[in-house]
Nanobody, 124 residues
Framework: QVRLTESGGGLVQAGGSLSLSCVANVRTFGQFAMGWFRQAPGKEREFVASISTSGGIINYADAVKGRFSISRDDTKFTVALQMNNLKPEDTAVYYC?????????????????WGQGTQVTVSS
């Protein structure tokens, strides 16, 4: 069982930036695709971004394209999400997930482990 721990959330004004990090507890981290999802109050979980095992395939939700950037460091077993030009509608709990076959999955069903989530709040 892969265990994931997110960090980096917080409160920021609109237009500001935050960087989220997710650390895995397995040395086979490089064998897994990674992704970020978010869930706002009263809404369903939604896809944010994903990155393949090699880092060569990256996908973003339309709502965050051009503002968010996902990256991974397999030597540190981490995946990061750099969020720029944040908007109030980005307010949500952000979760990272891992799955061997999740590169193109935007529903979350191919992800086999999830972190506990980190709160991101963007004030207007």
């Amino acid at each position: 069982q892969v265990r994931l721990t997110e960090s980096g959330g917080g409160l920021v004004q609109a237009g500001g930036s935050l960087s989220l990090s997710c650390v895995a507890n397995v040395r086979t981290f490089g064998q897994f695709a990674m992704g970020w999802f978010r869930q706002a109050p009263g809404k369903e979980r939604e896809f944010v971004a994903s990155i393949s095992t090699s880092g060569g395939i990256i996908n973003y939700a339309d709502a965050v394209k051009g503002r968010f950037s996902i990256s991974r460091d397999d030597t540190k077993f981490t995946v990061a999400l750099q969020m720029n030009n944040l908007k109030p509608e980005d307010t949500a709990v952000y979760y990272c997930g891992v799955g061997k076959y999740a590169t193109y999955d935007t529903t979350g069903t191919q992800y086999t482990s999830w972190g506990q989530g980190t709160q991101v709040t963007v004030s207007s």
